[in-house]
């Protein structure tokens, strides 16, 4: 295996996390080191601008009481205080980049294959739907945080239908909280070139695609 960094993408319950571990198993097993990143944003700087928006924004509102009027007052906010949801998007920037460098850049210095759940392209997904970025806004975004960190040598979307997805986990707000995310993911296609895996397979068969499209490189 000569592939540095596979990054692994998909909506919130379409398996990432156990395929992961499943495939960092494996190739254990078979003698090859590998590390496993779960490297989801836990945001530090951005904490209290999110406090201040839960407290006077957003007070009466919430993502899993009414995801559809959470996203559209989130949205209508960003159209009409541009300049508060740049600020809002640079912090969240900055706060990605300081944990980032800790979690991905020392790995890739100790490691010879990383295998990523979550990474530069989730971040993405998050900032243009809480913002509104648009297509081009929101690759000119991808460009510039692939600026400082690495694009996978290999890359891979686990593509569950929306209803087995919100089945598996109790804690997405609503199916249309995942075809938003769904749709964004696609639009970067063309960019990280990833190869669709169904997630729907059963665990074994499901390890075994992934490691023969990496075999076939």
Known sequence: ???KMIYLMGTDGSGKTTLANNIVEKFRLDGKKIKYLYVRHKPILLFPLKWISRQ???KNDSEFKN???YSDKKSGFSTYHPVIAKVYSTVWIIDYLLYYFLKVRLACLFS???ILDRYVADVAVNISIAIGLDKNQMFRLIHFLHFFFPKPDKSFFINVSEGEAYSRKDDIPSLQYLIERKEK???LRSFYNFKILDGHLQKEKLV???IKQLEME
């Open 208 to 210: 075994s695609s992934l």
């Open 56 to 58: 006077f924004i957003f």
């Open 67 to 69: 995801y559809e009027k």
């Open 1 to 3: 295996l000569m592939i």
């Open 112 to 114: 010879k294959q990383i």
């Open 185 to 187: 993911y696609f639009l």
